[in-house]
C-alpha cells in the first residue's frame, strides 16, 4: 500500500474529479454518508452535539455531515472557524444547502466565541483535513486547546486537527480525537509514534476513488503488505539439503547477557538457516551447548578463521562494549564482505568509531531503536526528522537501516517501508534479539538484502500477533514470539489476503 503525500492526496481527488467523472460536491457527500455510515454502525450518530469546522474542504465534510445528521432528525449545533480566506467552493456550496435546514450555526472569530463543551457531549473535529501545510497559530490553536480540555469524545474526519501528513507536530496544538475516520488510505502521521496520543483508534472508509491514480503516481513511502511478503518467500525444495540454506555466524552474548544470545540464535533457526555458529566467551560456552544443541560453538576467545564459510553474520545481542568487542567486530568488518546484521551493542560500539561505517559490507542490515539511532547517527528532534535522516543516509551508505518501533521504519536507497505487524507486546526485552536471528538467517539463505529486510519485519510482528492469541501483551515474552515464527511463515504462505489492522 502506497503512502500519499498532501499533495499526492489533492491529486488523487483530482484525478478521481476527471475521469470518473464525478462532481467534486459528490465526492464530498460521498465521504459524509461514509462517516455517517460509521458513526451508526458505532452507535454514536445521535450522541453528536457539536460539529466544529474550518473553511476549506475538510469542513465542508463537516457542514455535510451535519445535514445528513438533521436530515435524521438529530440537532448538532455548527461552530466555523471565521479566518480571511473564502471557503472553498465546495465548502460554500454546502453550507448553502445547510441553511435550508438550520440556523443554528455560529462564526467563531475570536477566544470570545468559543461555546462551553460538557465533558459528556461528542463532538466532531472537521477544522482541517490532509492538505495543512503548516502548524496551528492564535484563534485555531486556542480552539483546538479549548475542545481538548473540554474532556469531551471528539471525532476527527481525516486528520486529527492540526496534524500534518508531511511534518511533525510534536509540542504543537492538535486535537486529541477518540476515533479518526479517514478516507481510502492509511496516511503516514498514523505511523508516527509522536503521533499516537493524537488519533485514537483509526477507521479507513472507502469513498471509492478511481485508483488507477495509485498506478501513475510515486511515491516515498510504502506500506509493508503480506501478500508483498508472500511473493518474495522462497519454498524449500523437496531435495534440498542443510548446506543449500546457508551457514549464518551469530556474535552475541556476554557477562550477564547470555540471554540475548539464546534468543537470538533459537530465532535465527527457526527462520530456516541451514547451520549456525554461535561465539559466545568460553566461560559461558555450557549455556549455548545445553539451550541450542542443533547450533556449532566457537568460543570468543578463540581466532575466527575462514569467514568467507559463512553466508551470513549477525552481531551485537548482548555483545558487550569492551576492548575485545571493539576488537572483533573491527575484525568482522575487515574481514567480511557479505551483508550482515548489526545490531545492539554493536551499533553502539560503530557509534564511538564512526569512521567505520564506511567498511560496513554493501547490503548489510543496521536495526537500532531510535535512542541508538541518535546515538550513532546524531540526535533529532521528532520522529519525523529521525525517519527522513535515515532515508537520506539510506541514500548515502550502501546498507539498509530498520529503525525499530511500532511501525518499524525500512530504509533502503531512499525509500521506505513501513511495518504494520506486531503490537506493544514487542516493547520487552529480548524482541529486538529474535528479530536480529530472523534477518541473519534470511540474509543466510541469500535472500537479497531488502527482501530480508521486508520479510524479517513482517514476520517478527505477525509472530507476535499470533502470540497474543494465547498471551497478553503483557505477558509476551521473546520465547513467545520464536514458538510463533513458524506459524507466521505458514500463514504468509498459504494466505495471500493482508487483514492487519493498525
Request: with cysteine.
Amino acid at each position: 500500500m502506497k503512502l500519499l503525500s498532501a499533495q499526492q492526496i489533492r491529486e488523487w481527488d483530482q484525478y478521481t474529479i476527471a475521469n470518473k467523472p464525478i462532481p467534486s460536491i459528490n465526492l464530498m457527500e460521498k465521504a459524509a454518508l461514509a462517516c455517517m455510515t460509521w458513526m451508526n454502525d458505532k452507535g454514536i450518530e445521535r450522541c453528536i452535539s457539536k460539529i466544529f469546522c474550518g473553511k476549506g474542504n475538510n469542513g465542508g465534510d463537516g457542514l455535510a455531515i451535519a445535514r445528513l445528521l438533521i436530515q435524521k432528525g438529530h440537532s448538532p449545533t455548527i461552530y466555523i472557524l471565521e479566518s480571511e480566506n473564502k471557503g472553498t467552493v465546495d465548502f460554500e456550496a454546502n453550507l448553502q444547502f445547510l441553511t435550508e435546514y438550520t440556523d443554528d450555526i455560529h462564526f467563531i472569530k475570536s477566544v470570545d466565541d468559543f461555546p462551553f463543551i460538557e465533558d459528556t457531549e461528542w463532538v466532531i473535529d472537521a477544522l482541517f483535513g490532509s492538505g495543512l501545510n503548516r502548524p496551528l497559530h492564535a484563534v485555531s490553536a486556542e480552539l483546538v486547546q479549548h475542545i481538548n480540555q473540554s474532556g469531551s469524545k471528539i471525532i476527527s474526519i481525516d486528520i486529527p486537527g492540526g496534524m500534518g501528513i508531511d511534518f511533525s507536530c510534536k509540542n504543537k496544538s492538535v486535537i486529541r480525537a477518540n476515533h479518526t475516520v479517514t478516507f481510502q488510505n492509511l496516511k503516514r502521521c498514523f505511523l508516527i509514534a509522536e503521533n499516537a496520543d493524537f488519533f485514537g483508534k483509526i477507521s479507513v472508509l472507502d469513498i471509492e476513488p478511481d485508483n488507477r491514480f495509485l498506478e501513475t503516481v510515486e511515491t516515498l513511502f510504502t506500506c509493508i503488505s503480506g501478500p508483498l511478503v508472500h511473493s518474495m518467500l522462497q519454498p524449500r525444495k523437496p531435495f534440498s539439503h542443510k548446506g543449500n540454506h546457508g551457514h549464518a555466524l551469530l556474535l552475541a552474548g556476554n557477562k550477564g547477557k547470555m540471554g540475548a544470545a539464546v534468543i537470538a540464535a533459537k530465532a535465527c533457526l527457526r527462520s530456516g538457516a541451514g547451520m549456525l555458529t554461535v561465539n559466545v566467551p568460553f566461560a559461558f560456552s555450557s549455556i549455548i551447548h545445553g539451550s541450542i544443541p542443533e547450533a556449532i560453538l566457537i568460543a570468543r576467545e578463540e581466532n575466527i578463521q575462514f569467514l568467507n564459510v559463512y553466508k551470513s553474520i549477525g552481531i551485537g545481542p548482548g555483545f558487550g562494549m569492551d576492548g575485545d568487542s571493539e576488537r572483533i567486530l573491527a575484525l568482522i568488518l575487515s574481514g567480511f564482505s557479505a551483508p550482515m546484521v548489526i545490531d545492539a551493542d554493536a551499533i553502539t560500539i560503530l557509534s564511538l568509531h564512526k569512521d567505520w561505517l564506511t567498511s560496513v559490507p554493501r547490503g548489510s542490515i543496521l536495526s537500532p531503536h531510535p535512542k541508538e539511532f541518535d546515538r550513532l547517527f546524531g540526535s533529532c528532534e521528532n520522529d519525523y526528522e529521525r525517519a527522513d535522516k535515515a532515508m537520506a543516509l539510506s541514500k548515502k551508505y550502501p546498507f539498509i537501516i530498520i529503525l525499530k518501533g511500532h511501525h518499524s521504519l525500512i530504509a533502503a536507497d531512499g525509500r521506505g517501508w513501513y511495518n504494520l505487524t506486531g503490537n506493544a507486546g514487542l516493547a520487552k526485552g529480548g524482541s529486538g534479539d529474535v528479530l536480529t536471528g530472523m534477518l541473519t538467517a534470511l540474509l543466510a539463505q541469500q535472500y537479497s538484502p531488502l527482501h530480508a529486510a521486508l520479510i524479517g519485519v513482517y514476520l517478527h510482528g505477525l509472530a507476535a500477533d499470533i502470540a497474543i492469541e494465547e498471551q497478553s501483551m503483557e505477558s509476551l515474552l521473546a520465547t513467545d514470539i520464536i514458538e510463533m515464527i513458524g506459524k507466521a511463515f505458514r500463514k504468509v504462505l498459504h494466505d495471500t489476503v493482508d487483514s492487519i489492522a493498525v
